[in-house]
Structures are given as C-alpha cells and as structure tokens.
C-alpha cells in the first residue's frame, strides 16, 4: 500500500507539526529527505515529555545535512528541490523570506513543485503571530472544553499538532492528484489554530443553531443514561456506557438493578436521563461491589461500552495493540529500539508501513542523495 511511490519529498521542520505531515506522506509510500543542520536537528536532543518527538514523527526518513546559513547549503537546497515533487516547511514566514525559500518564488523555479508550509495560522489579522499547539487551544476553546470551569487544560497528546500535520498531508496527497491533471504545483498552507477551530466546531454551531453554549466537557448535560467513570471494588476505574433502551436494560441485569426494569420512570432514555440524580449513584454502588475482570467479561458479552482507565505506558501491554500490525519497531543508531503505531488504516487488511521505520542518523543519507545529485551534474 504505497500510493506515493515516487514521489520525493523534500522537509525543512521541526518539532512536530511539519515532521508529522512528512511521517504521514513517508507511511503513504514517499521517498521524505529531511534536511538538517549540520550539528542535527535540535528536537533529537529533547528529554522529558519531547523525547519522544524524534523518533516518532521521522521514522522512514532520510537525513541530510546542510548549513542553510550559508550560499553554498542553499544551493544544495535548490539541487534537491529541482528533483523534488513536495516541499515542506514549518519556519517562520520571516525565515523563509529570509532564505528565498517562499512558495512564489520556488514555483517561478520548480512549477511542478507542491509546497506545503505548517504555519500557526492562515492569512489574517493573526497570520504572523507566535503559535504553539497549547496556545492555539487557549485561543479556540479547546481548552475550556477539556478541563472543569476555571481551569482550562490542554488535551492530553499534541492532538492539534498531529491534525495540522494530517491535514497538510491531505492537501499534499490532493495537489498531487490535481497535478496529474493541470501539470503545475500549488502552494499549500496549513494553520495550527484553524486546525483546533475545526476540533471545536461542534460546540461552535451548537451556539450557533441554539444560542446556548456547551459547558466544559466534565460539566456536561448528558444524552446518555450511564456515560461515566465508576471505580470497582478491586479500585479499578472504568468508563461504562448506556446510551440506549437495549443498553440501560443489559446493563441493570448484570448489575442486579431489577428494580430499574420495572419503575415506570426509566422506561424509555429521555426519563433514564432525567433520573440520573437517582440511578448513577446506585449504579456506582453496584459496580463498587464488582471486581474488574468479571465486570468486564460481561459487558463486552453485552455488547455494552466500556473501557478500563490505562496509562499510555500500558498499551505495550494490550492485546489489540500488540496483534500482528499493531506496533512497529524502529531502530536508532547506537542500538536502540522503540515501538510505535502507524496510520490507523487498512488497506485490503495491510496497514501502511514505510520501507524502512528505522530512525536516521545525522546526515546518513548526504552521499546517497548529494553525491547523486554531483554525478548528475557533472553529466
């Protein structure tokens, strides 16, 4: 399943906007060189919370080392992009100015070429603004849907920075298409803080059909029965779902809630809604005296929804994850190893893999794609 077999792209990025946008178009079957300082792209040396950046969003890619800086790095530059069909970038418009790198210019030189820059924003009163996946989510409304009133959180992953990269992926994979047809590249440019816009929009057309905003998340008016987290008598937490007639009936018998099956105010969902005062507390009750495992086993035989509360840590131990095709190992120069998923899609039953999801080193592919392109020139 590699769609973009041939296509060579070409990245200058950083962090994880712009290196998730050249994951996604390496796992679809491109060739993704990415370009480097000499000394190494800087997100290689995060610790913390970012050691995972590098490793994770540049799986598959080639390394190639350039000093930017300088006449001659540029040049180089200009070398590859001639070969090239995609361009992306995540820098400041500044930077790219700075360069001579904009989309106008490199589509005046390379007409073919699609350009794909990872910005924080679109044109607008806000186009030159500093963003951050966790400033864009302050700004949307993203973050005082997550946590409880007054204290907005951001979501728990870099969720905008990953939708940003998608999306930029999606254009790409689109203007190449459209390229088969018109012969001529297109300037893409995707924003971080539309991208969490369209994450809320939900909640932005709920205000504007209704007139009513939708509180945070954890305050919410529930359109379920039974759609929260209970804690089991071996001091498990689990979600448990009920969000119909069928569910609220299944549910009540496995939890020895007879009574419930009969009261004619939990008849149809509406009123078990309306009594949710009443019935999540003893349903609580009912799962607090339940160990987990059992609890478990006869809600999936239900069919009902549920899950246990786990740690990302804990998915390297999940049966789903861990079947054939959940995980993929990579390997860092130096010995190391890591597992991560791919694409979360199948095509005829194959996830979409890279050649290689091996890690590069600095510069280890500069002879493979710099000294070809010398041996071209010198023909």
């Known amino acids: 399943m590699k769609p973009l077999h041939g296509i060579r792209v070409v990245e200058i990025s950083h962090m994880i906007m712009g290196p998730s946008c050249g994951m996604y178009l390496a796992l679809m079957g491109a060739e993704v060189i990415k370009i480097e300082p000499p000394q190494g792209d800087k997100t290689r040396d995060l610790t913390g919370m970012g050691a995972g950046f590098f490793p994770t969003f540049n799986r598959g890619k ?11 790095g540029l040049k180089r ?29 490199l589509h005046a030189l390379y007409p073919r ?7 924080g924003f679109l044109e607008g009163p806000y186009k030159t603004r500093t963003a951050l996946d966790e400033v864009v989510q302050m700004m949307t409304g993203m973050a005082y849907m997550t946590g409880p009133t007054g204290r907005p959180l951001r979501i728990g992953s870099s969720a905008t920075d990953l939708m940003a990269g998608l999306a930029s992926a999606y254009a790409v994979m689109g203007e190449l298409m459209q390229r088969e047809r018109t012969g001529k590249g297109a300037d893409i440019r995707t924003g971080l803080f539309e991208t969490s816009l369209l994450m809320v929009c939900q909640h932005m057309v709920q205000f504007d059909l209704e007139g009513v905003e939708a509180p945070p998340m954890p305050e919410r008016h529930f359109s379920w029965p039974v759609y929260d987290i209970f804690t089991t008598a071996d001091d498990r937490q689990i979600f448990v779902g009920s969000v119909t007639e069928g569910q609220w009936a299944k549910l009540c018998t496995i939890l020895g809630l007879s009574d419930y099956l009969t009261d004619p105010e939990l008849k149809t969902r509406p009123q078990q809604i309306a009594q949710r005062h009443r019935t999540i507390p003893v349903i609580a009750e009912a799962i607090a005296r339940q160990r987990s495992d059992p609890l478990e086993a006869a809600l999936e035989a239900a069919g009902l929804p549920y899950s246990p509360i786990l740690r990302p840590a804990e998915m390297y131990d999940d049966p789903h994850v861990n079947r054939p095709g959940g995980l993929f190992v990579s390997n860092e120069t130096g010995g190391k190893s890591f597992r991560a998923p791919t694409l979360p899609f199948e095509v005829d039953g194959v996830p979409p893999v890279a050649d290689t999801m091996d890690l590069p080193a600095i510069g280890e592919h500069n002879e493979e794609i710099l000294g070809a392109l010398a041996q071209t020139a010198e023909r």
């Open 113 to 119: 070429l699609v350009t794909a820059s990872c910005k």
């Open 62 to 72: 080639k390394s190639v080392t350039l000093d930017l800086k300088s006449e001659d």
């Open 77 to 105: 530059l200009h070398d590859l992009l001639a070969t090239a069909d995609v361009f992306v970038e995540n820098f400041r418009d500044e930077t790219i100015e700075s360069m001579g790198l904009t989309p106008d210019e």
